[in-house]
């Protein structure tokens, strides 16, 4: 059981919400380092960047917390950002864009983080949201938590 | 009466994580009047460069912003005692079979495997050969605590900001994706 977590999953362990205590649970069946990509760090570190330049005070203290937390997992090897084939995992986004059976596919990166995992071998999709959790099922991954 | 450890507690046989933890419980040990520095040896640079914790600013101005330890260099790592001045390299290991890559202050790539590396991991590996005469003693004290997985997320009970500003920020993000 390979976990793959998605941007917004990986917020709510840097991010105080209520949804953290979830992914918490979620995460702990799985043996760490957890894997992650460079589209994570860019997400992770924009979020981050974004919320204390434009965001009230307790967001800019919000996320100097959760930059800190980031730092602290990275440098401990909790979170190991590794390499892919970016190449191959955009085009089978591409590819599930045009087969999905909805109405509307979702935003590119709703669909770029379920490829991700299918290419890299996670087998097990972490996310809380349900477009991201939609192409990911569709795509024939487990989908944790299991009810949202 | 067989007095040596089971075998899926010998160091070299933890995961990566879990030696990981060894090696830093050891580091924090070896702070009460004893100090660990890693020597990096490169063929290219001569003398043996010193890292404690951090790569510092001199070394780094001497690599290129890609330097590669390759087969034949060796990565030792020297136990002093602070009260005595004495000093021993406890470990040194060449690196075989694959690269370590430098990226700025991270060790963080084997070129030839999947494995990512920081300067704990390297040092790590120049412990290998010493790690079990010096950390084997803290890890049967430990072993009942190896087995069970630390909480790493629990400090996250330390953050201070409320749900409701995280919410806030999640639905900012949320937003942004759309």
């Given at each position: 059981?390979?976990?793959y977590?998605?941007?917004?999953f990986l ?7 209520p949804?953290t ?9 799985f043996e760490?380092?957890f894997?992650l ?6 997400q ?5 960047a974004r ?5 009230t ?12 937390l980031?730092r ?7 979170f190991q950002i590794?390499?892919l084939n970016?190449?191959a995992?955009l ?11 909805t109405?509307?596919?979702p935003?590119p990166l709703l ?5 991700l995992a ?6 097990v999709f972490?996310?809380f949201d349900?477009?991201s959790?939609?192409?990911a ?7 944790l938590?299991?009810?949202? | 009466m067989n007095?040596?450890?089971?075998a ?7 995961t990566?994580?879990?030696r990981l ?5 050891f ?5 009460h009047?004893?100090?660990v520095?890693?020597y ?11 890292v404690?914790g951090?790569?510092p600013?001199e070394?780094?101005?001497?690599l290129s912003?890609?330097e ?6 060796t990565v030792?790592?020297?136990l002093?005692s602070?009260r005595?001045g004495?000093?021993?390299?406890i ?8 690269a370590i890559v430098?990226?700025?202050?991270r060790?963080v790539a084997?070129?030839e ?5 920081d300067?704990?991991t ?7 050969g ?5 950390v084997?003693?803290e ?7 190896k087995c ?9 009970e330390q ?5 409701e500003t995280?919410?806030?920020m999640?639905?900012?993000f949320?937003?942004s994706l759309?």
């Amino acid at each position: 059981m390979i976990p793959y977590l998605d941007a917004g999953f990986l917020i709510t362990l840097l991010i105080k919400t209520p949804g953290t205590q979830s992914a918490r649970e979620t995460l702990q069946p799985f043996e760490p380092p957890f894997v992650l990509n460079l589209l994570h760090q860019l997400q992770i570190e924009n979020f981050l960047a974004r919320g204390q330049i434009e965001g009230t005070p307790d967001e800019q203290r919000a996320a100097r917390d959760g930059e800190r937390l980031w730092r602290h997992y990275r440098d401990e090897g909790v979170f190991q950002i590794h390499k892919l084939n970016w190449e191959a995992s955009l085009r089978l986004a591409i590819a599930w864009n045009q087969r999905l059976p909805t109405k509307a596919p979702p935003s590119p990166l709703l669909l770029l983080h379920p490829a991700l995992a299918a290419i890299t071998g996670g087998n097990v999709f972490l996310s809380f949201d349900p477009r991201s959790r939609h192409a990911a099922i569709s795509a024939g991954l487990q989908v944790l938590p299991g009810q949202l | 009466m067989n007095s040596q450890p089971p075998a899926d507690d010998h160091p070299q046989d933890f995961t990566f994580f879990q030696r990981l933890q060894s090696f830093q419980r050891f580091v924090r040990h070896s702070q009460h009047g004893l100090e660990v520095r890693a020597y990096l040896s490169l063929p290219s640079k001569g003398a043996p460069i010193m890292v404690e914790g951090q790569i510092p600013d001199e070394i780094l101005n001497q690599l290129s912003f890609w330097e590669t330890l390759r087969s034949g260099a060796t990565v030792s790592v020297e136990l002093a005692s602070g009260r005595a001045g004495e000093r021993r390299t406890i470990g040194a290991v060449p690196v075989q079979g694959h690269a370590i890559v430098f990226e700025k202050r991270r060790v963080v790539a084997d070129s030839e495997s999947t494995q990512s590396f920081d300067l704990n991991t390297l040092m790590l590996h120049a412990l290998e050969g010493a790690f079990k005469e010096v950390v084997l003693g803290e890890t049967q004290r430990t072993r009942t605590k190896k087995c069970a997985k630390p909480d790493f997320f629990a400090n996250l009970e330390q953050l201070k900001h409320s749900q409701e500003t995280g919410v806030r920020m999640l639905e900012k993000f949320h937003d942004s994706l759309s």
